[in-house]
């Protein structure tokens, strides 16, 4: 089963900011979080959305922070 993409508008594919990019193994997905003008906000809230990934099931969740423009904010492979 193949979740649905979510795609960011184009004026924020465009600019790059600070995002959180968390990388999970089971499920396999990667989520990105924000966008952050700050890198320092981005650190302060990233365990708000490690814990709601936890609370879901998922398993070896790795975080970084990183200035980028997204073009999906989840993919997952299943």
């Keep these: 089963m193949k979740l649905p993409l979510f795609r960011l508008p184009a004026s ?11 990388q999970t193994e089971a499920p396999i997905c990667t ?3 924000g ?7 981005a650190k302060t809230l990233q365990i708000g959305y490690v814990d709601d990934l936890v609370q ?5 969740i790795a975080v970084e922070i990183e200035k980028t423009h997204p ?7 299943y």
């Design 56 to 60: 879901e099931g998922a398993k070896n």
């Design 31 to 33: 989520y990105y979080f």
């Design 35 to 41: 966008p952050f003008e700050k890198k320092k906000e």
């Design 71 to 77: 073009q999906h904010l989840t993919v997952c492979e």
């Design 12 to 22: 924020q594919r465009l600019k790059k900011d600070w995002w959180i990019k968390i």
